[in-house]
Every structure is written in C-alpha cells, then in structure tokens.
C-alpha cells in the first residue's frame, strides 16, 4: 500500500471526511483491521483564507509547497490537496516535491465522464466557480460547464465561508443551494459538481433528483485507488 499525503484544514470540517472516506475505502478494499497509509499536514485555515482575500496566491502556494515537502519527507508517496479552490496553487505545489500529485479536476472528470456527463454544473468558492484554473481543466476533457448567477455565486460561495467552514449546516442554505441546482439542470447541465470540499456537508443525492458529483468523495476514492494500485 502507497502512503498518501494529505495537505488538509483547508477547513478541517472536510478534513473529517476525507481521512473517514479514505480508511473506510481501503477497510472495504482490503477487510479485517485494515487502515490507510497516511500523513497529514494541516494548515491554519484562516492564514490561508487571508491569503486568498487577498489574492496574494504566490504566497499561498509557497504554503502548500512547503507542506507538500514536508509530506515527501515523512514517506508519502503521492499528494492530495484536500480542497478545490487550492488546486489553483496546484503547479507550484507539483514543482516543489519529485511525488505525484492527484489533482480533484482530473477525479472529477474521471467520473463524469464515466457517467456520460458533457454538461455540468459548478458550484465552489468564487474563486473555482469565475477563474479559469479548475473549469478549464475540465474543459480540456470536453465537459461543458456552468456556473451560476451573480446573485448564485455569491450566495454560494457566502455559506461556504460563513456557515459549512465553520461547522453551520442551516436549513434555510440548503434550500437556497438546491434552488441553484435546479436553475443550473433547467440550463442544461445533466448533473453538478459539489465543487468544494464542504458542500457535502450541506446537500446529497438524497435532495435532489440532480446528480451530484461530491468532489470529496470522488477525491478520496482515487486517492484509495491509487494507494492501492499495484
């Protein structure tokens, strides 16, 4: 088994969820008392989200890259960087370390093409949602994608920050995202993708006839996948 490492805390909350779905991914592969090989570094969320404020994105990466040496260093043999809008510091963190890194776009397109999905919409960060570095990586596997309104965007990317980063799922966030969603497939979008780590904590297949694309669970499969490739 590969040791997988893991640049989190961007926030923690999706953290949890990806050390629980990658040990319970390699439990189901392997059975008996088997775990994952994996190490963690874990940022402070809010130096980053300054830095993201700010758009002082060079340093961010420097960030990033620096755990991604320390990662290399501790015996990980391959990255993942536990968040969707970070990925676009993703080069940086690739130049600084000689392991691979298993980008969440590539994942993601991965499985909706597996789905027979060309058409998708993207719910994330403003940052994923209006700049090019993860919607273009997509469409350079031929998938279409549609983003929302101001109004949805903002909304969006408001409870992302406001309310799931710091462990608030309201009811009232949920309805609006599914509004969204709805918008999103009346314009053509044949599924939409979960595009930040913590939007899982918010809404699932189970609230909505849409099919959704949870990047964090699609992440830590390939994650468990690649561990284990022979």
Same mark, same amino acid.
């Given at each position: 088994?590969?040791?997988?490492?893991?640049?989190? #805390?961007?926030?923690?909350?999706?953290?949890? !969820?990806?050390?629980?779905?990658?040990?319970?991914?390699?439990?189901?592969?392997?059975?008996?008392?088997? !775990?994952? &090989?994996?190490?963690?570094?874990?940022?402070?969320?809010?130096?980053?989200?300054?830095? =993201?404020?700010?758009?002082?994105?060079?340093?961010?990466?420097?960030?990033?890259?620096?755990?991604?040496?320390?990662?290399?260093?501790?015996?990980?043999?391959? +990255?993942?960087?536990?968040?969707?809008?970070?990925? &676009? +510091?993703?080069?940086?963190?690739?130049?600084?370390?000689?392991?691979?890194?298993?980008?969440?776009?590539?994942?993601?397109?991965?499985?909706?093409?597996?789905?027979?999905?060309?058409?998708? #919409?993207?719910?994330?960060?403003?940052?994923?949602?209006?700049?090019?570095?993860?919607?273009?990586?997509?469409?350079?596997?031929?998938?279409?994608?549609?983003?929302? #309104?101001?109004?949805?965007?903002?909304?969006?990317?408001? +409870?992302?920050?406001?309310?799931?980063?710091?462990? &608030?799922?309201?009811? =009232?966030?949920?309805?609006d995202y599914l509004e969204?969603?709805?918008?999103?497939a009346s314009e053509g979008?044949?599924?939409?993708?979960?595009?930040?780590?913590?939007?899982?904590?918010?809404?699932?297949? #189970?609230?909505?006839?849409?099919?959704?694309?949870?990047?964090?669970?699609?992440?830590? &499969?390939?994650? +468990?996948?690649?561990?284990?490739?022979?």
């Amino acid at each position: 088994m590969k040791t997988i490492g893991i640049i989190g #805390g961007m926030s923690w909350e999706s953290s949890v !969820s990806y050390y629980q779905l990658i040990n319970r991914g390699v439990a189901a592969a392997q059975g008996g008392l088997h !775990s994952a &090989k994996l190490v963690l570094y874990s940022v402070d969320f809010a130096e980053i989200e300054a830095l =993201q404020s700010s758009g002082d994105w060079q340093r961010s990466g420097e960030l990033l890259a620096q755990a991604a040496r320390a990662l290399q260093s501790a015996g990980a043999d391959f +990255v993942v960087i536990a968040t969707n809008t970070m990925h &676009k +510091v993703a080069d940086q963190v690739m130049e600084a370390v000689a392991i691979p890194l298993l980008h969440i776009a590539d994942a993601t397109a991965d499985a909706l093409l597996d789905a027979g999905i060309d058409c998708v #919409g993207l719910l994330g960060t403003r940052f994923t949602m209006e700049q090019a570095f993860y919607r273009e990586r997509l469409e350079a596997r031929g998938i279409r994608v549609l983003v929302p #309104g101001e109004a949805g965007r903002a909304m969006v990317d408001r +409870v992302i920050y406001q309310e799931l980063c710091r462990g &608030k799922v309201e009811p =009232q966030s949920r309805r609006d995202y599914l509004e969204v969603i709805d918008q999103l497939a009346s314009e053509g979008a044949q599924g939409v993708i979960l595009g930040c780590t913590e939007i899982g904590l918010l809404v699932g297949e #189970g609230d909505t006839g849409v099919p959704l694309f949870d990047t964090t669970e699609i992440h830590a &499969k390939a994650a +468990v996948a690649n561990a284990l490739e022979s």
